[in-house]
């Protein structure tokens, strides 16, 4: 019945469905841009310290990770066209909720919302690409769709802070709502509606991997908001616990969610263990930058934007330029010098006082955006490298999780740092910019550490990847 369907209207379909799936993720990378500039006036409508606020943000970015791996099955077991427009109302309808927020808690109840229509929306929408295009027209469809993937981190600073300026911060959540009604008019008519008649899911395991990420999560934000470190250390240790359960089910499961023997492959352990690792120093820049723009400097929400934007604008060169990058120099020393630079770069950021002017961050973040992205991609693809064809569904959604709750992690270390040093008075000389210029140090020389993980990686690894290119 749903061949017969997508058969009825192949054109229409094919045409429109790319631009389906671009609507999804501009909102998506739009909306998880967005907020970095407008925190501050988000914080003081809401009597809140800026310093505080990194629930709203850790809580999207988590729920992501935490149902990202049920999306497949979802789309299975109720259809692609069903999950995939549930998802866009789901995530327009959390936008509305996080503009009518009164307080930080509804805030973040609201951003859980959206999480979930964001974990929901992006994966299902490529499945229906993957299973409505062949092979030979699958690259150019999936680059068609990727597109607002790269405009959204470019407008994300600058749309934020003009609305936030000229408007108010409740408009970077209502903005989605229109574009959101596009996506689902057009998701009504358009999408095609697969399923599956193989249901086979690891509820289970997909519980217990939830709860330990959860934990690990909770304890790494309590460590930030309490002098009571038995609470977190409690929430660590069952954090660690339910990673035990998660082995122990692994092993005598047949078919678990996330495979064991992945973490066999060589290439995939280095590269989800230095995905983890560098991006605890990188994921806090793109907040702490236009916090620091905004507190210390005394600037507006557009001044930091406009400082910001340069960080995705380069990133599209870094595009463009990793697959010749790869092919001279290889994955090992192409990641290991990379990360040395992008820790560089970010030490960079503590070296202008507070009489210095803001632009000169200007061209830091510009070239950091470069490398940045050179980074992303080459541990992610040689993270499924040498994956088997029948592991890389689970590898590539593991990658995926990794890497969100890397972020949240990274978000949440460096927000961490950033407290202590505002608490030490005698340090900083009560200059709040200090405590800013010593948590880039510290993060910095983080990322410059992290570099010796791909030492782990053979000089030849990733050729395979490479002569695809």
């Given at each position: 019945m749903?061949?017969?369907?997508?058969?009825?209207?192949?054109k229409s379909?094919k045409k429109?469905?790319?631009?389906?799936?671009?609507?999804?993720?501009?909102?998506?990378?739009l909306?998880s841009t967005?907020l970095?500039?407008?925190?501050?006036?988000?914080?003081?409508d809401?009597?809140e310290?800026?310093l505080?606020?990194?629930?709203?943000?850790?809580s999207y970015v988590?729920?992501?990770?935490?149902?990202?791996?049920?999306?497949?099955?979802?789309?299975d077991?109720?259809?692609?066209k069903?999950?995939f427009i549930?998802s866009?109302v789901?995530?327009?309808?959390g936008?509305?909720?996080c503009?009518?927020?009164?307080?930080?808690?509804q805030?973040?109840?609201?951003?859980?919302?959206?999480?979930v229509?964001?974990s929901?929306?992006?994966p299902?929408?490529?499945?229906?690409l993957?299973?409505?295009?062949?092979k030979?027209?699958?690259l150019k469809?999936m680059?068609f769709?990727?597109?607002?993937a790269?405009?959204?981190?470019?407008?994300?600073?600058?749309v934020g802070?003009?609305?936030?300026?000229?408007?108010s911060?409740h408009?970077i959540f209502?903005?989605?709502i229109?574009i959101?009604l596009?996506?689902?008019?057009l998701?009504?008519?358009?999408m095609?509606?697969?399923?599956s008649?193989?249901?086979?899911?690891?509820?289970k395991?997909f519980?217990i991997?939830?709860a330990a990420?959860?934990?690990?999560?909770?304890?790494?934000?309590?460590?930030?908001n309490?002098?009571h470190l038995t609470s977190?250390?409690?929430a660590l240790?069952l954090g660690?616990?339910?990673?035990?359960f998660y082995y122990?089910?692994?092993t005598k499961?047949?078919?678990p969610i996330?495979?064991?023997n992945?973490?066999?492959?060589?290439?995939f352990?280095?590269?989800?263990?230095?995905?983890?690792?560098?991006?605890?120093?990188?994921?806090?820049?793109?907040l702490?930058?236009?916090?620091?723009?905004?507190?210390?400097y005394?600037?507006s929400a557009?001044?930091s934007g406009?400082?910001?934007a340069?960080?995705?604008?380069t990133?599209?060169?870094?595009?463009s330029?990793v697959?010749k990058i790869?092919d001279?120099?290889?994955?090992?020393t192409t990641l290991?010098a990379n990360?040395?630079?992008?820790?560089i770069?970010i030490?960079?950021m503590?070296?202008p006082?507070i009489?210095?002017?803001?632009y000169?961050y200007m061209?830091?973040i510009a070239?950091?955006g470069?490398?940045n992205?050179?980074?992303?991609?080459a541990?992610n693809s040689?993270?499924?490298a040498?994956?088997?064809q029948?592991?890389?569904?689970?590898?590539n959604?593991?990658?995926?999780?990794?890497?969100?709750?890397?972020?949240?992690?990274?978000?949440?270390?460096?927000?961490?740092v950033l407290?202590i040093?505002?608490g030490d008075?005698k340090?900083?000389?009560?200059?709040?910019h200090n405590a800013?210029?010593?948590?880039f140090?510290?993060?910095g020389?983080?990322?410059i550490?992290?570099g010796?993980?791909?030492r782990?990686?053979?000089?030849k690894?990733g050729?395979n990847?490479?002569s695809?290119?």
């Amino acid at each position: 019945m749903n061949l017969m369907a997508s058969e009825q209207k192949p054109k229409s379909t094919k045409k429109l469905l790319p631009m389906i799936l671009a609507t999804a993720i501009f909102m998506q990378m739009l909306d998880s841009t967005i907020l970095n500039t407008s925190l501050p006036a988000i914080a003081k409508d809401l009597n809140e310290s800026p310093l505080n606020m990194q629930n709203a943000i850790i809580s999207y970015v988590l729920t992501l990770a935490l149902f990202m791996p049920v999306s497949g099955f979802l789309a299975d077991k109720f259809g692609t066209k069903k999950v995939f427009i549930f998802s866009l109302v789901l995530f327009s309808a959390g936008s509305l909720f996080c503009s009518l927020s009164h307080n930080l808690i509804q805030l973040v109840i609201a951003r859980v919302i959206q999480g979930v229509g964001g974990s929901l929306m992006t994966p299902v929408g490529k499945l229906a690409l993957i299973k409505t295009f062949p092979k030979n027209e699958l690259l150019k469809a999936m680059n068609f769709a990727i597109i607002p993937a790269l405009i959204g981190p470019v407008l994300g600073p600058l749309v934020g802070g003009y609305l936030v300026d000229y408007l108010s911060w409740h408009w970077i959540f209502l903005i989605n709502i229109p574009i959101g009604l596009i996506g689902i008019l057009l998701s009504i008519k358009f999408m095609p509606d697969y399923k599956s008649t193989l249901l086979d899911f690891d509820l289970k395991g997909f519980l217990i991997f939830a709860a330990a990420s959860l934990l690990l999560s909770i304890s790494l934000e309590m460590f930030g908001n309490t002098v009571h470190l038995t609470s977190v250390l409690f929430a660590l240790l069952l954090g660690f616990l339910m990673l035990y359960f998660y082995y122990r089910h692994a092993t005598k499961n047949s078919n678990p969610i996330f495979p064991l023997n992945l973490f066999k492959v060589r290439t995939f352990r280095v590269g989800i263990l230095g995905n983890l690792a560098t991006r605890l120093g990188i994921s806090s820049v793109p907040l702490l930058l236009p916090m620091m723009i905004q507190i210390a400097y005394g600037q507006s929400a557009v001044t930091s934007g406009w400082i910001v934007a340069p960080m995705a604008l380069t990133a599209m060169f870094g595009k463009s330029a990793v697959i010749k990058i790869l092919d001279t120099f290889g994955y090992r020393t192409t990641l290991m010098a990379n990360t040395f630079m992008i820790g560089i770069l970010i030490c960079c950021m503590a070296i202008p006082v507070i009489h210095t002017s803001i632009y000169w961050y200007m061209p830091i973040i510009a070239v950091l955006g470069f490398f940045n992205s050179i980074q992303f991609t080459a541990m992610n693809s040689i993270s499924i490298a040498d994956l088997r064809q029948y592991h890389t569904s689970s590898g590539n959604s593991l990658v995926s999780v990794n890497q969100q709750l890397a972020i949240g992690f990274g978000i949440a270390f460096g927000l961490i740092v950033l407290k202590i040093f505002q608490g030490d008075i005698k340090l900083i000389h009560n200059e709040i910019h200090n405590a800013f210029r010593y948590t880039f140090l510290v993060i910095g020389g983080l990322t410059i550490l992290s570099g010796f993980v791909f030492r782990r990686l053979h000089f030849k690894d990733g050729e395979n990847m490479r002569s695809a290119n």
